[in-house]
DNA sequence: CTGGATCCAGCCGGATACTG
DNA sequence: CAGTATCCGGCTGGATCCAG
């Protein structure tokens, strides 16, 4: 690639987005929202087991600012808001995809790997 | 994927691991890695601009309790260590590039959207 | 050279209460 | 329903000093 080093500088722009995008919360409502489609707040909420309110406001506005979610305020009563990825968003999700797979395919290597390590010297 | 939803429950592995690999120096450590091959621990901390070495020990450390490298010391005076990635590090390295390489080329878009949700309303 | 140990500021993130 | 506001404990992560 064009600059294969850069990412290693403190201030490349890669790895503010590698930052934005690494965050646990941003990736898993990105990825429920590939899957499910445009979602309301609360459908996203029940999505992400153990997310709390304040954590998932606070990727949603991020994302949104990032310009990776759309946000739809439905001015009724009570108020509905939807969210929706943008085309920018949607770019990601193969890669998300990507790296639940490794996750979800790796994750027993890993296990043994730290059973193995823990085993050989408990004080750590 | 066999199990898809599963990511979205606290305790699935996939959530942990997802938490592993997010990290920040962790995924740079890979690439580096990948890079240049086997690598001393003051080469690392010079390849990856702004870690302290107490995040970069950190985080080899746990790289390697999840079997990601292998951690070789030479016992000379003064000592040698070095890093490498094992098989299931390696496999990482795809998907970290794809995300590097997502980060570098939509950079400008999110650094446009930004400046857009900034404008419009720069008090939040 | 490669870290371990410690101190400490700052942010993360959960719980709770309140609002339109 | 979809937030905002506030409090606050705990962990993250940097700086510094020390050791094999």
Not at 58 to 64: A, D, G, K, N, V
Not at 98 to 108: G, I, N, S, V, Y
Request: net charge neutral.
């Amino acid at each position: 690639m064009s600059c294969a080093y850069e990412a290693f500088t403190a201030d490349c722009p890669s790895r503010r987005l590698l930052e934005a995008i690494g965050n646990k919360w941003v990736s898993l409502s990105i990825v429920a929202l590939g899957v499910h489609g445009p979602l309301r707040y609360g459908e996203l909420a029940a999505q992400i087991e153990g997310v709390s309110q304040k954590m998932l406001t606070q990727s949603l506005r991020r994302m949104e600012r990032d310009g990776l979610v759309t946000r739809t305020v439905t001015p009724s009563v009570p108020v509905r808001t939807d969210y929706e990825l943008t085309p920018l968003g949607r770019s990601l999700l193969p890669l998300l995809h990507e790296l639940k797979d490794w996750a979800q395919e790796h994750m027993p290597a890993v296990d043994a790997a730290r059973a193995e390590y823990d085993a050989a010297a408990p004080s750590r």
